[in-house]
């Protein structure tokens, strides 16, 4: 569902009444009042033609692209229109972004149906059901398929603006979502090409960085670019140690049954051995505690006995939002040794042992651990 869009609309330049909304869905979309504060941002000067415009008006966003065309069979020789999107005022403006290529989609095949039928504002032509038609599949769908007439059909789709990738620290481990090997070819990036086939689960970010013998900045680089497409997620290295926690989105889980097949499916230990039931597994989710290591529960509930795989039963957590990592922050309990960076209480373990300072050890004075 897209309901950041509150309405569609096409707008021209009427040779007596200037600038006016020629149709628009819903009816009353935008107050009269706010029209009267964006028309000639809409129908702007020939200088703005062609080019993405975005207005804020009281709680909306107005976008478009408009555009000019010359004929000697138009009034003054001059059609000037723009096919509007009415977004929700709380969408930030960085995010607009999104919307351009559609727009522009939409004003060149307004433009070729224009030039090549001259029906765009006849009473023939359905201007109307074409709004309301474009408004709901791209609410319900972010997607429309038209077929205008037998010589015009449009292809319409919303790219979504993925959120700027949160930092990535050198203890995370990259975890494909997507089959990247099938999707990489010789004009990707050389960098790309030789970090993905290290990308297996396992190998945390400074390990591929090792292996591969590129710059660690590279390697990050590289990673955020994949992290943006949504083509991996970042996880925490996986040891022996960890400790995890279970999360409400337990309750997801216990709802979905494409989520119930997909996690049996996903922590199976020998495919030739029977499947562990989704009862078994969804239980151990519900045991585990912080309190114990990941080491110490599997081996209680006997994960091996059950063909359970426990790294793949808790990246499978991780990754669905199921568990969540428990970390631990050493804060020394001498005073006078309290360091600013590892034993400050503001550093994990993990921080600790993959940051500048990894030779030194956070064991060397007393010390408590918070856990968070």
């Not at 037998?150 to 700027?164: T, V």
């Not at 990707?188 to 990308?199: E, N, S």
């Not at 083509?231 to 337990?250: A, G, L, S, W």
């Not at 922050?329 to 550093?347: C, M």
Request: proline share 4%.
């Amino acid at each position: 569902m897209h309901r950041r869009i509150k309405g569609v609309m096409l707008c021209e330049f009427h040779h007596i009444k200037g600038p006016r909304i020629y149709s628009e869905y819903p009816h009353n979309v935008l107050s009269d009042h706010d029209w009267k504060n964006v028309a000639h941002f809409v129908i702007p000067k020939p200088g703005f033609c062609n080019r993405f415009i975005s207005v804020r008006c009281s709680d909306s966003w107005v976008i478009g692209i408009p555009t000019h065309l010359f004929h000697s069979k138009y009034f003054r020789n001059e059609l000037w229109f723009n096919f509007c999107f009415i977004l929700d005022g709380e969408v930030e403006s960085k995010h607009l972004g999104a919307y351009e290529a559609v727009l522009r989609k939409i004003a060149v095949y307004l433009t070729s149906f224009e030039v090549e039928t001259t029906s765009l504002y006849s009473d023939d032509f359905n201007v109307g059901g074409l709004l309301e038609q474009i408004f709901h599949d791209l609410v319900e769908n972010s997607e429309s398929i038209i077929e205008v007439d037998s010589s015009h059909k449009w292809y319409l789709r919303i790219i979504h603006n993925w959120e700027e990738p949160k930092e990535i620290e050198l203890h995370e481990v990259p975890i494909s979502i997507v089959n990247l090997r099938s999707l990489v070819n010789s004009e990707w990036d050389l960098c790309l090409q030789t970090i993905i086939p290290h990308i297996d689960g396992i190998k945390h970010v400074k390990k591929i960085a090792e292996d591969t013998s590129i710059p660690i900045n590279n390697v990050i680089d590289g990673l955020r670019n994949l992290l943006y497409y949504k083509c991996i997620k970042m996880i925490d290295i996986f040891h022996q140690t960890n400790r995890y926690r279970v999360t409400q989105n337990i309750r997801e889980l216990a709802q979905s049954q494409d989520l119930q097949d997909a996690c049996v499916s996903t922590v199976i230990l020998d495919r030739s051995l029977p499947m562990p039931s989704f009862p078994l597994v969804f239980a151990f989710y519900c045991k585990l505690q912080s309190g114990n290591t990941i080491q110490q529960f599997y081996k209680k509930q006997e994960f091996e006995k059950r063909n359970i795989d426990v790294r793949k039963f808790v990246i499978f957590g991780v990754l669905n939002g199921i568990l969540r990592r428990v970390h631990e922050y050493p804060l020394s309990n001498i005073g006078d040794n309290i360091k600013e960076g590892s034993e400050s209480g503001n550093l994990s373990y993990d921080e600790i042992y993959f940051g500048p300072n990894q030779a030194a050890s956070p064991h060397r004075y007393p010390r408590i651990t918070i856990y968070k």
